[in-house]
Antibody, heavy 122, light 107 residues
Framework: QVQLQESGPGLVKPSQTLSLTCTVS??????????WSWIRQPAGKGLEWIGR???????NYNPSLKSRVTISVDTSKNQFSLKLSSVTAADTAVYYC??????????????WGRGTLVTVSS | SYELTQPLSVSVALGQTARITCGGN??????VHWYQQKPGQAPVLVIY???NRPSGIPERFSGSNSGNTATLTISRAQAGDEADYYC??????????FGGGTKLTVL
């Protein structure tokens, strides 16, 4: 059974770079028609899609965050990662990694990690 | 950019039927997916491609999509169904889009 687990610092200083890693266990990150994605959720608010990556390294980002986001993949470690630069308090949120299924031109998230809270504060 | 509109909250009496809507321009031409999020937990897919249930999701959960409104229907609502529900689509110009979420209260 495939599982996703986020890891990384829970506290980041303003203007610095937020870095998180998602480890995929119970299956290969390279199998199937899956993309790998990051989503965030500020406390008490809704879900915001950050971006996705395929194991080839191809990426797509939310235009509102594109200038600050980098998602990468390490197939040898069965991991993918998120970097968000120049963070402010507005980037404080629970960050989820998720598996994104592509079926023809239909995209949906069929598996989620438990999420990790990242607080931006000095 | 494409936007999805959900009511902030929906209430339903125990054992009755809850309907949560997701509005969008010609959403009936898109595939809509629904997620359930209980407090302190990650979202869980409950309906995909408008009306399909993943394994393990009770038959009480169903979905429909037509015109400018998609609907998640929860029959025989239980206390355990209390959660936030989010709709999601993919749009060619906006990419992945989530609705703002609806808080379901079971009375």
């Amino acid at each position: 059974q495939v599982q996703l687990q986020e890891s990384g610092p829970g506290l980041v200083k303003p203007s610095q770079t937020l870095s998180l890693t998602c480890t995929v266990s119970g299956g290969s990150i390279s199998s199937g028609s899956y993309y790998w994605s990051w989503i965030r959720q500020p406390a008490g608010k809704g879900l915001e899609w950050i971006g996705r990556i395929y194991t080839s390294g191809s990426t797509n980002y939310n235009p509102s965050l594109k200038s600050r986001v980098t998602i990468s993949v390490d197939t040898s470690k069965n991991q993918f990662s998120l970097k968000l630069s120049s963070v402010t308090a507005a980037d404080t949120a629970v960050y989820y990694c998720a598996r994104l299924l592509l079926y023809y031109d239909i995209w949906y998230f069929d598996l989620w990690g438990r999420g990790t809270l990242v607080t931006v504060s000095s | 950019s494409y936007e999805l509109t959900q009511p902030l909250s929906v209430s339903v009496a125990l054992g009755q039927t809850a309907r949560i809507t997701c509005g969008g321009n010609n959403i009936g031409s898109k595939n809509v997916h629904w997620y359930q999020q209980k407090p302190g937990q990650a979202p869980v897919l409950v309906i995909y491609r408008d009306s399909n249930r993943p394994s393990g999701i009770p038959e009480r959960f169903s979905g429909s999509n037509s015109g400018n409104t998609a609907t998640l229907t929860i029959s025989r609502a239980q206390a355990g169904d209390e959660a936030d529900y989010y709709c999601q689509v993919w749009d060619s110009s906006t990419d992945v889009v989530f609705g703002g979420g609806t808080k379901l209260t079971v009375l």
